[in-house]
């Protein structure tokens, strides 16, 4: 384990860990994780897992900052309003840890990129803004055998598991279909308080830790509802649909081309980041 | 006395808690078991972590001496210490252990028991392929079909 003095000093509140170890830091330095989304959810994740030591993450986001993201997406600033969010991302992240390697794409993730950008990565994690592109990236996931984070918050309320495809239920399993978008909430049915996203995004984050370390029990088949008005956690036992149509029997997902991105403003944002 | 061969030396004096641990540890992990890590480190609140840390991941403390206002320690190092939770309770086993020998370890016998691991009941043909690894939860519960 060749780790320099000021890594050891970095990291050394973990390497301590029985669980962790120079070979689990080790773990972690390779690590290649791509998030979805600079929001709510990917502020967090990426902040942490960075802090964390992940060699390399990917960040997507075509967004620019906007003023009223600032109350959740704790990547960016005031200062940094009208910037590229994955400029100003990036700036925050290096500024941390200036060992992690930050890849950023400023585009859309679509049925065109999608297979060619995951492909770098062992992990990727769920801060989509939108349904469309939550499951397209479940799909995406499945089909490429990678593991998907998925997290999603709206209200007071948050819900996250963890997709192994082959071993646990998928986002479709669970869910189906995306909402049609005349059920897709509102903007003024889109409110979250941003705490939330800290909660849930930092769950996600806390998995892929445990993934890269090879260690404990992750949230497959079990999917973690989260109220903050009750401060309760509830766990769903959820299982893999044999009909589903990415990773069931039968599937009738099987490429790019399948996914329907039509029809889903995205000014309608909602359980999302 | 008769001192064991010394195959790595490491020096923490200018170091402090928990980069003290930190790097015997990191230390300890490139060596092999039984191999013998000389350690120099102060006295105060070096000494006083850096042995019980030591221990606690499975090692053993072959000498400690004080030389001046410093402490020079001999550490062999043990098995993989391997953390885990046997039926809910905190359990650090000396190596990785197959299932089949985790039950024998304990003086059971394989069609005693059901091995629930980290949530999942295992079937009895795979107990000598799966290995318990650091971080795992093992409920070892008794199927009652006793001979
Ligand atoms: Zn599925």
Do not use: W
């Not at chain 1, 088949?221 to 509830?234: E, K, P, S």
């Not at chain 2, 064991?4 to 060596?31: R, Y």
């Amino acid at each position: 384990m060749d780790f320099s003095e000021e890594q050891i000093i970095r990291y050394s509140r973990q390497i301590v860990l029985p669980e962790v170890g120079g070979i689990g830091q080790k773990r972690i330095n390779e690590g290649r994780v791509l998030i979805i989304g600079t929001g709510g959810l990917g502020s967090p994740a990426a902040y942490y897992l960075v802090a964390a030591g992940v060699g390399t993450i990917g960040i997507i986001d075509y967004d620019v900052v906007d003023l009223s993201n600032l109350q959740r997406q704790i990547l960016h600033t005031t200062k940094d309003i009208g910037r590229l969010k994955v400029d100003s991302a990036k700036e925050k992240l290096i500024a941390l840890n200036p060992d992690c390697n930050i890849v950023s794409y400023h585009e859309r993730l679509t049925a065109q990129n999608i297979k060619e950008i995951i492909n770098d990565y062992d992990v990727i994690v769920d801060g989509a803004d939108n349904f469309a592109t939550r499951f397209m990236a479940n799909d995406a996931c499945v089909m490429a055998n990678k593991i998907f984070f998925h997290g999603g918050v709206l209200g007071f309320t948050g819900q996250t598991f963890t997709i192994v495809p082959g071993k646990g239920p998928c986002l479709r399993c669970v869910l189906r279909e995306p909402p049609p978008p005349v059920s897709v909430p509102t903007c003024s049915q889109t409110g979250v308080l941003g705490v939330l996203a800290g909660t849930i995004g930092l769950i996600q984050a806390t998995e892929v830790l445990k993934y890269l370390l090879g260690k404990g029990d992750l949230l497959v088949g079990r999917l973690i509802a989260y109220d903050a008005l009750d401060m309760r956690f509830r766990e769903i036992r959820v299982k893999k649909d044999p009909d589903c149509p990415v990773c069931g029997d039968n599937p009738t997902i099987t490429g790019p081309d399948d996914y329907e991105l039509a029809g889903i403003c995205r000014t309608e944002k909602e359980r999302g980041s | 006395m008769g001192e064991s061969k010394i195959n790595a030396m490491l020096d923490i004096t200018p170091d402090i808690c928990p980069v003290t641990f930190v790097k015997t540890k990191l230390k300890l992990e490139q060596l092999h078991k039984g191999d013998i890590l000389e350690v120099i480190l102060n006295g105060g609140e070096a000494i006083k972590n850096v042995p019980r840390s030591v221990k606690g991941e499975g090692h053993k403390i072959v000498m400690m001496e004080k030389i001046g206002e410093k402490y020079r320690l001999l550490i062999e190092k043990g098995g993989y210490a391997v953390n885990i939770k046997l039926n809910g309770e905190k359990e650090l086993l000396d190596k990785e252990y197959t299932v089949n020998e985790l039950i024998r370890e304990y003086e059971l016998s394989p069609d005693m028991v059901t091995i629930n691991l980290n949530g999942t009941v295992l079937l009895r043909e795979t107990f000598d392929n799966i290995i318990i690894k650091s971080g795992d939860s093992v409920d070892l519960l008794f199927s009652g079909k006793d001979k």
